[in-house]
C-alpha cells in the first residue's frame, strides 16, 4: 500500500495528463475515468486544439484510416515531443505504430486497441507505466495496416495499386500495363473497397491509397 500511495504521490506532483480525442464524448468520458483513478486535474482537448506541450497524453485518434489521415491525425502523433510519455487508443485498421516513432522516443508510451471492451479499465494502468518510462504495444498492431491491407488485394490488383500509389493516372495505368482504360477503372474501384475508402466528396481516395501504400513500406 505504501508503495502504490507513492506513485500517486509523484503523478499528482508533476503536470495533469491531457486526453486529446477526436470524439468529445469519449474523450470527456476517459477524462472523467482518469480523474477517478488518481490522475487530478486530467484535461481534455479535442481534435487539433492545443494541448499542455509536456504533459503526459492519452490520444484517441479516429477509427477509420480516411478520417485518420484526412484530419491531420498522423502529423499530429509525429509532433508529440519525444520525451513526453502517452497512452494511444486506436483501432489497429489505423497505422498509428509508425507515427509514435517507438525507436527514438525518450519516454514511456502504450499502444492498445480501443475496439476491446477491457481498454478502458486498462488506460489507468497503461498511463502510470508509461510515467515509468515503460512500453507496451498491443499485438494487434504488430503486422502493418498496409500489409493486412495488401493481403486482400490479387496479383492484378497489387500491380495497379503499385502505379497508382507512384501517381500514374487510370490511363498511365492501361498504358504501362497493356490493358484497357475500363479494366483499370474496374480494378481501382475494387482497391479501393478493399481499402475500406468510401465515396466520399471531401476525401481523395487516390492520394489517401497512395499514402496507405507508402505506409507499408
Known amino acids: ?80 515531443p519525444l520525451d513526453v510519455p502517452m497512452v494511444v487508443l486506436a483501432r489497429p485498421n489505423v497505422p498509428v505504430r509508425s507515427a509514435l516513432q517507438l525507436n527514438l522516443r525518450k519516454s514511456g508510451v502504450a499502444l492498445l486497441d480501443a475496439g476491446r471492451p477491457s481498454t478502458v ?40 495499386y503499385a502505379l497508382l500509389a507512384n501517381g500514374r493516372s487510370n490511363s498511365g495505368i492501361a498504358d504501362e500495363l497493356f490493358l484497357s482504360e475500363r479494366t483499370v477503372e474496374v480494378h481501382v474501384r475494387k482497391i479501393f473497397a478493399k481499402l475500406g475508402l468510401g465515396d466520399n466528396a471531401a476525401m481523395n481516395r487516390r492520394v489517401v491509397a497512395a499514402s496507405m501504400f507508402v505506409a507499408s513500406d
Open 121 to 160: 479499465g486498462a488506460v489507468s494502468s497503461a498511463l502510470r507505466m508509461s510515467l515509468e518510462g515503460g512500453q507496451v504495444i498491443d499485438p494487434l498492431f504488430i503486422e502493418s495496416t498496409g500489409d493486412q491491407a495488401r493481403a486482400q488485394l490479387t496479383p492484378a490488383e497489387l500491380r495497379v
Open 1 to 80: 500500500m505504501e508503495r502504490e500511495f507513492g506513485r500517486v504521490g509523484a503523478i499528482a506532483a508533476s503536470a495533469p495528463p491531457t486526453v486529446m480525442s477526436w470524439d468529445p464524448l469519449a474523450g470527456e468520458l476517459l477524462r472523467g475515468h482518469l480523474e477517478a483513478e488518481g490522475f487530478p486535474g486530467t484535461t481534455h482537448v479535442v481534435g487539433g486544439e492545443t494541448a499542455e506541450a509536456r504533459a503526459a497524453l492519452v490520444l484517441l485518434p479516429p477509427p477509420t484510416y480516411a478520417d485518420y489521415l484526412g484530419s491531420g491525425w498522423d502529423v499530429r502523433l509525429r509532433s508529440v
